[in-house]
């Protein structure tokens, strides 16, 4: 009996330090650039379909898609929406503040995360549409100028700088420039209020490698691997309760919708915020890792 009994508790034991292992393992999982490229933006499908538009934290709702992120934030004096995404999936945002009983011509600010079309190329359609006004980071603006759907020129109200405050109606948005993914990156800070206690909620921009770019020897953004260090350094910089980000995957939506309105709010994840940054910068830091052996690889053959 006794024996038995010590048995059964070298089984936990051995149970414990195997599930221990395994959550570790879950924890430390490496992603390569390609792998979180493709977590991010996930299937056509998932890039046009609605996710269900619900409240996020106080003030700020999510009206985007399944992989796309598109975030309102209502105030008594209008309402400011973060990623326009494609033209395309414009009427997806409409539907979506509609079916939260918001108005889309309360539409008065529109920001982006950074200038590509997935997250900004609708900002002509919701101006056209809502008469709202355009603001977007200096930096992003060449690029902006030439995402011209339908021909339509890019319409910009104002240019932002590193540090600007976007107000109204008692909201205050923050832009961060963090470079590298797009030369005027921009992650966006804000504080709410909710159940009596104030929370920094940040919007992370996107710190991905896209395949195809050049970190080293890039003839037109020659300091892109510097401007992509001094994005992570603004990153770990910013106080964050609740992580958000230009795509759902960057912080796990579709893992704490569930969990919604059952105890606390899953999206107080500060923990969650510190693992995206790590998991982005360890896959950026690979890349360049790569890049630059072979860059001198190539330099010492050329030597020879
Ligand atoms: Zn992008």
Redesign the pocket.
């Known amino acids: 009996m006794l024996s038995g009994m010590l048995a059964l508790k070298r089984l936990l034991l051995v149970l414990s330090i195997a599930l221990g292992a395994a959550f570790l393992a879950a924890q430390t999982k490496v992603w390569t650039a390609q792998e979180l490229f493709q977590r991010n933006v996930g299937s056509k499908e998932d890039q046009e379909t609605a996710f269900p538009p619900h409240k996020i934290i106080g003030n700020i709702y999510y009206v985007g898609t399944r992989s796309l992120a598109s975030f309102l934030v209502v105030t008594p004096e209008g309402n400011i929406l973060i990623d326009s995404m494609y033209e395309r999936t414009v009427p997806v945002i409409r539907k979506s503040v509609a079916d939260l009983g918001f108005r889309f011509a309360d539409t008065k600010i529109v920001l982006g995360s950074?200038a590509?079309a997935?997250?900004m190329e609708g900002d002509a359609m919701i101006k056209e549409l809502t008469g709202a006004k355009v603001m977007a980071m200096a930096e992003d603006v060449p690029a902006l100028e030439k995402m011209m759907p339908g021909n339509k020129p890019h319409p910009i109200d104002r240019v932002l700088h590193d540090g600007d405050e976007v107000k109204l109606g008692g909201a205050t948005l923050v832009a961060h420039l963090t470079p590298g993914?797009?030369r005027g990156c921009t992650t966006w800070s804000m504080k709410v209020q909710d159940g009596g206690r104030t929370y920094d909620v940040v919007i992370i921009g996107?710190m991905?490698v896209?395949a195809g770019t050049r970190l080293v020897n890039n003839p037109q953004v020659p300091d892109i691997a510097d401007e992509y260090k001094r994005g992570f350094k603004v990153l770990r910089g910013l106080a964050c309760d609740v992580p958000l980000g230009s795509h759902p995957a960057m912080y796990n939506l579709a893992e704490k919708y569930p969990k919604l309105g059952k105890g606390a709010n899953p999206f107080i994840d500060p923990a969650g915020y510190k693992t995206e940054v790590d998991i982005e910068e360890r896959a950026f830091l690979d890349v360049l890792r790569e890049q630059t052996d072979a860059q001198q690889q190539k330099d010492a053959a050329a030597k020879k």
Do not use: C
């Open positions: 950074h590509h997935d997250h993914h797009t996107s991905g896209n």
